[in-house]
């Protein structure tokens, strides 16, 4: 019952400091962590120097500026936008890169990695470990007759307890190219309570050292894991530095195209209201009998039709809107106005890059690409460990062990009494079967390795190309829907001198009209598309290059036209 007990409040009392340390161990976590990833941060151009994963910023729009104007093109909807915290394209960010709930997850997968290293970087550092026991027994028995040595014949019995302790404290280090060194310091001692009060100690220290001599010698496996854990950290923070490059173009592609359907809403309320001016001109003119209801009847569905449009343009901000605010990790009831000054601040900064030169830096900058011929090189050196696997095993062991004397109740080891030992041990390998297997295994991963810097050779060609014809095609496309928009402007001009004159044509103002609006929205798009086209372009060069807000800076190869 007390030994019940005992361990019971033992229990409790470790629990206890448990809970005491746990602050200083998630502390321990975060230095080892970040001081791996800190070590590895100048290898990876454009990392983040200053990663953590505390999110310490309280999400807050106070610093904002706020609307003041209710915008008559949004309807009803433009009330909402009364205090609405007015957000441009870097603040929107920094607020994504501080609380997108995906790029926070992303940055707690790099983190985990960096653990990951920590670990298999501690497996070769002297690993120190320690136990304790303390138990009390009690037994009740015969009385031994101290003569015969055998059990008295009157029934007695005697009740003997005892105080048993012991405790270890060892080491182990693994030292690459030389072996595994183990060494131990272990105290025992046993204190009678009843009967006889004597002490008895032993103690003994113990060395082992052990080191392959054939198959796996330098503990290659071992070193391996160390290496594929130093690489994949590597791998891991390339991957985060071009998931950034993405997630900015992926946030600049839904802050653009939020004010694009913005525009859109405006231009088509100003096509209402030009259709609304030239149904009621008409119907004056039909009632002076000038024009005929037929024509009036055309300009009256005109206006119907741009109204349904209008109505859907603006139901279609509203959505990109509240999706974009999922994408900034706001809540969708956050009250925001995208600053339309941003869109048109836009212009046309084409290239000055041959497609063949963009793919020579593409294949040079490109992380992803890195990483891929990184890994060819490790699945190489993990054949060759594999191949070392096929060979006998041989292995020196050898250890000693000082003890103490056993005449004497509490002593330390004594040098002069030990033993010691010291073998070989051989393993013909008669059965290979799994290592058989692994070493096939790592031929075929090798040779997918290989085809694999092919195909995203390929790959990255294709990405690139079809981007250069994407900015091409989106910079033809403006220049059409400039001279569009010039078209359509002095045609609606024209109709509505005819108009005043009593001399237009319904069906050629519905027409004049339509153009002019279809016009102007391709060409706010054809400017929108360029603008993420180019982010694109520089994304798939691998040279677009991210601040620590998430901002962009534009490298030298453009030119405003």
């Known amino acids: 019952m007390f030994a019940r007990h005992g361990r019971f409040a033992g229990l409790c009392l470790l629990l206890a400091l448990n809970g005491c340390t746990a602050n200083y161990y998630r502390k321990s976590a975060d230095q080892a962590a970040y001081g791996a990833i800190k070590g590895k941060t100048p290898l990876v151009p454009d990392m983040d120097p200053r990663f953590t994963i505390e999110q310490t910023n309280q999400l807050s729009l106070a610093g904002l500026s706020t609307a003041t104007d209710a915008p008559q093109f949004l309807g009803a909807d433009g009330e909402q936008e009364v205090g609405a915290h007015v957000v441009n394209l870097e603040q929107a960010l920094d607020l994504a890169v501080k ?27 002297p690993l120190f470990s320690s136990s304790a026991e303390v138990d009390y027994a009690v037994q ?100 985060f530095t071009r998931y950034r490059k993405e997630f900015s173009v992926q946030i600049a592609t839904a802050y653009y195209g939020a004010l694009g359907l913005r525009d859109a809403a405006k231009n088509n309320f100003l096509t209402l209201k030009s259709s609304r ?11 002076e009998g000038r024009i005929t209801t037929a024509d009036l009847g055309r300009l009256e569905q005109q206006e119907l039709s741009a109204e349904s449009s209008w109505i859907n343009a603006v139901r279609s901000y509203k959505q990109a809107l509240d999706t974009f605010k999922i994408q900034l ?13 941003d869109l048109r601040a836009l212009q046309i900064r084409h290239p000055e890059i041959s497609v063949d030169d963009s793919i020579q830096v593409a294949l040079t900058a490109r992380l992803d690409y890195l990483n891929t011929k990184d890994q060819f090189d490790d699945t190489v050196r993990k054949l060759d460990v594999t191949v070392n696997f096929l060979k006998p095993s041989v292995d020196l062991t050898a250890s000693v062990s000082p003890y103490s004397n056993p005449n004497l109740n509490f002593s ?8 010691w030992d010291a073998g070989v041990k051989v393993d013909p390998g008669f059965d290979r ?7 096939r295994s790592a031929l075929i991963d090798r040779n997918r390795a290989a085809r694999a810097i092919i195909q995203q050779e390929d790959e990255i060609k294709l990405e ?18 400039e001279i569009g928009v010039k078209l359509a402007e002095r045609r609606v001009e024209e109709q509505n001198l005819r108009a005043d004159l009593g001399r237009a044509n319904a069906l050629d ?6 153009a002019l609006n279809e016009s102007q929205n391709q060409r706010v798009q054809a400017l929108v598309t360029h603008t993420i086209a180019r982010l694109q372009f520089w994304n798939n060069m691998g040279i677009l290059y991210i601040k620590e807000n998430g901002q962009w800076e534009d490298p030298k190869h453009a030119k405003a036209q």
């Open 412 to 419: 330390f080891p004594d040098l002069q009494r030990y033993r």
């Open 99 to 125: 609380h997108n709930r995906s790029y926070q997850s992303r940055k707690e997968q790099l983190y985990l990695s960096g653990l990951a290293l920590t670990l298999a970087r501690h497996q070769f550092a």
């Open 277 to 287: 001016k030239n149904a009621e001109r008409t119907r004056a003119m039909v009632q």
């Open 464 to 481: 690139v190309r079809n981007s250069w014809r994407t900015l091409d095609q989106a910079k033809r496309n403006y220049e059409i829907s």
């Open 509 to 514: 103002q519905v027409d004049a009209q339509n």
């Open 433 to 439: 079967q799994a290592e058989r297997d692994a070493y």
């Open 329 to 341: 990790g706001l809540s969708v009831d956050a009250q925001i106005v995208l600053n339309e000054d």
């Open 140 to 239: 009740r028995s015969d009385k031994i007759d101290q003569l015969t040595g055998l059990p008295l014949l009157n029934d007695s019995l005697v009740e003997e307890a005892k105080v048993t302790a012991g405790g270890t404290i060892g080491a182990s280090w693994l030292l690459r190219d030389v072996g595994r060194i183990t060494a131990a310091f272990t105290a025992d001692a046993i204190r009678f309570v009843t009967g006889d009060p004597r002490l008895t100690t032993s103690s003994q220290l113990s060395a082992t050292f052990f080191r392959p001599l054939l198959r796996n010698a330098g503990f290659k496996a071992e070193a391996e894991a160390l290496l594929t854990a130093e690489h994949q950290l590597l791998y891991d923070l390339r991957d």
